[in-house]
């Protein structure tokens, strides 16, 4: 194939990357929502959602970040930048989306606002999204008090179901960041009027200093301040004693409010203000015409334009800001003032996105397909966000010794500080990293960004995140629950990702570096997750929250303790993620090949556990032909809590192919690992005949031909696992026949609940008893890819059961991958299956408008959950865009390996 220029999107890429000029120093790291959350949490019953509410946040102070709408910041969040709205209506200005808490939402914490990620580009020099701002008064009492009289069985109450959509009564605000350099970034604000009659709207486009003054010591205060006289531009300018001098512009006449971001104290708290400025003044000014509450000065922490527009219905009218790094002097005209020089930076800008996601994507990629991937890829994008949380500053500050808070949250990780930009599970509901979602959103980046995505990998594992004793922290409600270790297995794929964009030359020291920290986290498993020490693994809720009968994370109603089934097939992957590393450092440096050993012993030992009889029962059950977790007695007996859940289908994920040419290249090892099995009859009576490729791979897996067999059947039954979108997390034979285990008086029970949640576990705001999640269906996706190499054409499965059509593996992945895909894809009305029945997402200004949600009803694909999850959902851009040039023989010509030759982007670079 020929080789290609690159384009202006990739060479920005390349500067970035080899730190020639900082494009990624500006993004979308401003949250959606940094009220309540741990980090501003300063109560002493922990109540984070109780503690700092959306009513506090338009008028309190931030300590740890900020958050707007459609913001823009710097990467260490020190100057801000987002989009303020008042309809005229509203009895509060817009300036941040608002929804449920998660005592409020009958199922947990909820938004409750319509906005939408449409276009990024990795360096964000262009980005684009959408958000629907209704022309009648917001319904904010309503959709509280509606939410909290519905019980779990109940339909969430929606913005859309309170009418306010009505007639097309409402904005569309469309936002667009262009930069012009690394330091010099456009946004531009267009308004459509949706509705009948022409409607008034003032935006005000807001830009404000992080407060870290308050905090810090003698910090010194940063300040902005008017720059009068420029014609054509109302412009101020900001000093930061760390970032520099910056200008804000706005193109027009329009006039500057200055405030100061600091509390209203006197509002929140009931004690006197510290000065006459404060953060919810332009709120003041703007909704209840205190003209005081504005400093006349022109000086302050926080300035916006007060633009108002009159928009004709079916019209449309334009805001443009410009933050800049060059000066702009006072009383001198200033190209700048150019609406037609600003507008052509803009499009050019989005012209090149375009001309980035043309070279990325698949050609044969239908344009449905390729409008899902590249809003999935825009929401990944947006999703970044900084995250600060020093956690011995935030103890301190609850008046705890740092080194004596065990007992309170986050009490042991006193180690922690984070100052970083990390990718998101969702920017609203989950504004926080989540250690498993991280290494599954690298997945779906490294296809735009191979260097942020290895970032992210390697931060969770650098010293001030990772535990001195090994552990990955897991989410800030709670860092030291447990989550999947699946980092191993993200890391070696985005590294051969990265290899194949190389040309074969792959970032060795990175991965050197990562492989020893990942050893830390592997030994902390070992110690501490294994209770009898006998390679059968715990756990605890693993992030599949309610999918168990009890809580996973609790004492056991019975006493004794679980083996779980995913704990230990987590380990198996794990140790043959740990193989493939070791493997490939070895090509260079032979000291790894004692190391691969040991990870190919550590897997065999968990092979013989998994099928050796354990207090009288294994986890394999043959009558089933599943697997089940083991519930422990403390009188020594074992039995199986036969739910069929993905639980039992994760030993599937733990299979892996090895290269055909692994003997050639590390005899010595292929004769050391014979020997083991050999020396050892219990290894040797689970691994011996195990399928080797159709080209001589080898295949490593925790079950053989007959188990595998019996596990597709049942996972491949549509009366069972198999959705029209995908694998369910727990079989659909649970809706009539319901798991029941009685302990005492007490019936505990699991039955299949496809959508929503109906128990409080973990917070009820996630469902894992029903519904399809992407992240098990991805790598189901990639057991059935390894195991059609090790197995090829010649074996068949029905699929689905009892159909009577017959497919490879290949086949059944390729299905599975459509089924996922089709979540999003309109029907011949234009109605996507991700939006239920909602029709109003199948008419003119809403069809093209994608949301990714964390989970997906069970039988009819309806998002559920967090509406803008585009973290781990948005896995579904990596699928469609594979398979679109992928077919059965490059991979059983070249084994995995296969799917990197026929991955779009890396052949031209290749």
């Known amino acids: ?75 260490e969040q020190l100057l801000c930048m987002s989009v303020a709205l008042w309809n005229g209506n509203d009895p509060i200005l817009k300036e941040r989306f608002f929804g449920l808490t998660n005592a409020e939402g009958n199922h947990g914490e909820d938004a409750k606002e319509y906005w939408f990620y449409l276009d990024a580009t990795p360096t964000h020099s262009y980005q684009r999204m959408l958000y629907k701002y209704p022309q009648r008064a917001f319904p904010y009492n309503d959709l509280v008090a509606t939410n909290r009289d519905r019980g779990p069985h109940d339909y969430e109450y929606e913005l859309l179901d309170t009418g306010i959509f009505d007639e097309d009564r409402y904005f569309d605000v469309e936002i667009e960041y262009a930069k012009d350099g690394p330091e010099s970034i456009l946004c531009r604000i267009t308004v ?62 329009a006039p500057l409010l200055f405030t100061e971001n600091e509390t209203n104290t006197e509002r929140v708290f009931g004690r006197p203000n510290a000065g006459p400025y404060v953060k919810d003044s332009f709120d003041r000014y703007v909704v209840h015409g205190e003209t005081g509450a504005v400093n006349p000065g022109g000086l302050g922490t926080k300035v916006a334009a007060d633009v108002t527009l009159d928009v004709p219905a079916g019209g449309s009218a334009v805001v443009r ?84 808070a065990r007992g309170m949250r986050n009490g042991d990780w006193f180690h922690m500080i984070c100052h970083d930009v990390i990718s998101m599970p969702d920017p609203w509901e989950y504004p926080w990293f989540a250690a498993w979602d991280l290494a599954f959103h690298a997945i779906a980046l490294s296809l735009v960004d191979l260097g942020f995505a290895k970032c992210q ?95 996973r994370s609790a004492p056991l109603p019975t006493g004794g303790y679980l083996d779980q089934a995913d704990g230990t097939a987590w380990m198996a992957l794990y140790c043959q993620s740990m193989l493939q590393i070791a493997l490939e450092l070895a090509n260079r440096d032979p000291v790894y090949v004692e190391h691969a050993q040991a990870y190919f012993e ?7 556990a998994v ?23 403390p009188d020594g007996s074992s039995q199986r809590l036969r739910v069929r859940s993905l639980v039992g289908l994760l030993p599937l994920a733990a299979a892996t192919v090895y290269p ?77 026949h319901p798991f029941e285990f009685r302990v005492g008086d007490q019936t505990y029970s699991v039955k299949y609940s496809p959508a929503e949640s109906d128990t409080g576990m973990f917070g009820g705001n996630s469902n894992w008893r029903g519904p399809i999640w992407f992240p098990m269906n991805v790598l189901l996706i990639r057991a059935l890819l390894n195991l059609y190499v090790a197995h090829g054409d010649d074996f068949t499965v029905e699929c689905p059961t009892g159909s009577g059509v017959k497919m490879t593996l290949f086949e059944v992945a390729r299905d599975l991958s459509e089924r996922l895909t089709s979540i999003f894809l309109p029907d011949a009305e234009g109605r996507r299956p991700c939006f239920g029945g909602q029709h109003i997402f199948a008419t003119e200004h809403w069809r093209d408008l994608i949301t990714f949600s964390e989970y997906f009803h069970g039988d009819n694909g309806a998002g559920l959950g967090a509406a803008h999850q585009t973290g781990w959902t948005g896995l579904v851009a990596v699928f469609p865009n594979v398979f679109a040039g992928l077919a059965g023989p490059d991979l059983l010509d070249h084994g995995m390996a296969g799917v990197l030759r026929k991955t779009p982007g890396l052949e031209g670079e290749r």
């Open 1 to 75: 194939m020929a080789i290609t220029e690159p384009g202006a999107e990739q060479r920005r890429l390349h500067d970035a990357d080899t730190d020639t000029v900082p494009w990624r120093r500006w993004g979308p790291y401003l949250s959606e929502r940094q009220w309540g959350t741990v980090r501003e949490d300063y109560s002493q019953d922990e109540n984070a959602w109780g503690y700092f509410s959306h009513d506090h946040a338009r008028s309190r102070a931030y300590r740890w970040g900020e958050d707007g709408i459609g913001g823009f910041c710097d990467e």
């Open 192 to 253: 459509h009027n949706r509705g009948p009659e022409a409607a008034t709207l003032r935006v005000l486009p807001t830009l404000w200093f992080r407060n870290t003054w308050s905090w810090n010591g003698p910090e010194p205060r940063p300040v902005l301040r008017s720059v009068p006289g420029v014609p054509g531009l109302a412009v101020a300018e900001a000093d930061h004693p760390r970032l520099g001098t910056r200008w804000l512009a706005c193109l027009g006449d």
């Open 321 to 404: 800001v410009h933050l800049t790094d060059e000066p702009i002097v006072a009383g001198v005209e200033d190209r700048r003032a150019s609406q037609g020089a600003f507008d052509a930076l803009v499009d050019r800008r989005r012209a090149e996105a375009d001309e980035f996601y043309g070279a990325l994507l698949d050609p044969a990629l239908p344009d449905a397909q390729r409008q899902v991937v590249r809003q999935a890829l825009a929401g990944m994008l947006w999703s970044k966000q900084y995250f600060g949380y020093d956690v011995e500053r935030w103890i301190s500050e609850h008046g705890r010794d740092p080194l004596a």
């Open 457 to 551: 990998l390697d931060l969770l594992l650098n010293r001030r995140y990772l535990h001195p004793n090994g552990q990955i922290p897991a989410y800030e409600w709670n860092f030291s629950d447990v989550n999947p270790p699946v980092h191993a297995w993200a890391t070696h794929l985005v590294y051969e990702l990265d290899k194949a964009r190389r040309g074969g030359n792959g970032d060795h020291a990175w991965l050197e570096s990562v492989f020893h920290k990942l050893s830390k986290n592997f030994t902390w498993w070992v110690n501490r997750k294994d209770h009898d020490g006998n390679n059968v693994f715990q756990g605890g809720f693993l992030g599949l929250d309610n999918i168990g009968v009890f809580d």
């Open 602 to 608: 550590h897997f065999a030992w968990i092979t013989v």
């Open 611 to 633: 099928n050796h009889a354990t207090g009288s029962a294994t986890m394999w059950d043959e009558e089933d032909g599943f697997f089940y977790d083991l519930l422990r007695l």
């Open 660 to 736: 055909q040419d692994l003997t050639a290249r590390h005899p010595q090892l292929i004769e050391d690992m014979q020997d083991f099995v050999t020396r050892h009859p219990s290894v040797r009576s689970v691994l011996a005949g195990r399928a080797q490729g159709q080209g001589g791979g080898h295949l490593l897996a925790l079950f053989d031909e007959h188990r595998l067999r019996r596990i597709l059947t049942t996972m491949l039954d549509e009366d069972e696992f198999l959705s029209p979108y995908g694998i369910r997390s727990v079989s659909k034979y649970h809706g009539e």
